[in-house]
């Protein structure tokens, strides 16, 4: 089967054909991948930016956390899922020994391992992942859809340590996936929301056509500007998904006394605080990774009863053989979401 295979400390990713995976282990599922989201995080991992040194360890091994498919087979005890059952995949793995697995914070696991990217994922026709990790998809959700579910988690729970209220005014720093999936999650909490992107036309038209308020473009104003004027003061809440440490200090020079900014981007930078001042202003920083159980499903909840509006997030889809190009897409600023379909997948697409 063909796969995009991360096997060089270096920029870039393979195609390559592999066998395909074996039956699978006990508790573990074979899914057959119906589509699978480009991630910020493969982005990282493809152009090999600081922080992902981790990998070198794992390699080769397919990329992909972000995807959807139909359960092709089961492993021995696995009892919870059957062939033919159409999941998605958190694809955190905890170690299962640590005293943050013992306290049911799985997301806190320091031994976690992540489909994709410590292990094979899903830029390939099938994935075998622990069934635990897995979850049915919602009556009448397409499985484009759903490809969209853990992206989406991701930004629920960065709204949810964020902890935004009926109310808050918010501030999301960057319109890409996360930070518009985010705004999106705030503003169904009930929070004024305004997202804050900077040459970022296309993808501001995209956040206003799905129902995104108040949208700025910072090459017109300064944050500053644009967040009083939204808001008639401060923001109480800010969120940063940008990856850029410079977005941190704007999103904290426009935060409340205080109020909380979380920080939910990935960065290759540092952070130059003024703590003095951070500690009059009793503003608080807080950081969101990954996902919770709890947060998960709730993304599930979103994407059934929101289906048609956040399917407007998928702007492209290219078929696997065409990996290359679509990630020098995704690496662009006029796309949002591209996924990735296997032969079988894009097949299907095609004849529709």
């Known amino acids: 089967m063909l796969a ?17 995976p074996a039956a699978p282990g006990t508790g573990r599922v074979t899914v057959a991948v119906a589509a699978a989201g480009i991630c910020g995080s493969d982005i990282h991992a493809f152009e090999w930016t600081p922080g992902y040194g981790f990998m070198t360890a794992f390699m080769p091994v397919t990329l992909g956390h972000e995807f959807s498919g139909t359960v092709r087979a089961v492993g021995d005890g696995v009892t919870a899922l059957a062939v033919g059952d ?36 899903a830029f390939a026709d099938q994935v075998v992942v622990p069934a635990d990790n897995c979850r049915r998809l919602p009556d009448g959700l397409p499985l484009t859809v759903a490809a969209l579910a853990e992206p989406l988690a991701v930004a629920v729970n960065a709204v949810d340590v964020a902890e935004v209220g009926p109310g808050d005014r918010v501030a999301v720093l960057g319109p890409g996936p996360i930070g518009l999936c985010i705004a999106f999650v705030a503003q169904q909490r009930g929070a004024d929301v305004l997202l804050a992107g900077l040459d970022d036309a296309a993808r501001l038209d995209l956040a206003r056509r799905i129902g995104i308020r108040h949208t700025v473009d910072l090459a017109d104003i300064g944050l500053d500007d644009a967040v009083r004027r939204a808001f008639d003061g401060e923001a109480d809440r800010v969120v940063e998904a940008t990856g850029s440490a410079r977005s941190v200090s704007d999103g904290l020079a426009v935060l409340r006394s205080g109020g909380v900014m979380v920080v939910a981007g990935i960065h290759s930078g540092s952070l130059d605080l003024d ?73 299907r697409e095609t004849e529709r």
Do not use: N, Y
Request: hydrophobic share 50%; aromatic share 4%; with cysteine.
């Open 86 to 121: 159409r999941v998605t995949c958190w694809p955190t793995v905890p170690c299962g020994a640590c005293a943050a697995c013992a306290a049911a914070r799985p997301q806190d696991c320091q031994g976690r391992r992540i489909v994709g990217l410590h292990a094979d994922g």
């Open 275 to 347: 703590l003095t001042g951070f500690v009059r202003s009793k503003k608080q920083l807080r950081a969101a990774h990954d996902t919770t159980a709890r947060a998960f499903d709730a993304a599930l909840a979103l994407l059934a009863a929101h289906a048609g509006t956040l399917a407007a997030l998928i702007t492209h889809r290219r078929p696997l053989a065409e990996a290359g190009a679509a990630f020098e897409l995704a690496r662009s600023r006029q796309a949002m979401k591209v996924l990735l379909l296997p032969e079988a997948a894009a097949s």
């Open 4 to 20: 995009l295979r991360k096997a060089t400390a270096a920029f870039g990713a393979d195609l390559v054909h592999v066998d395909a």
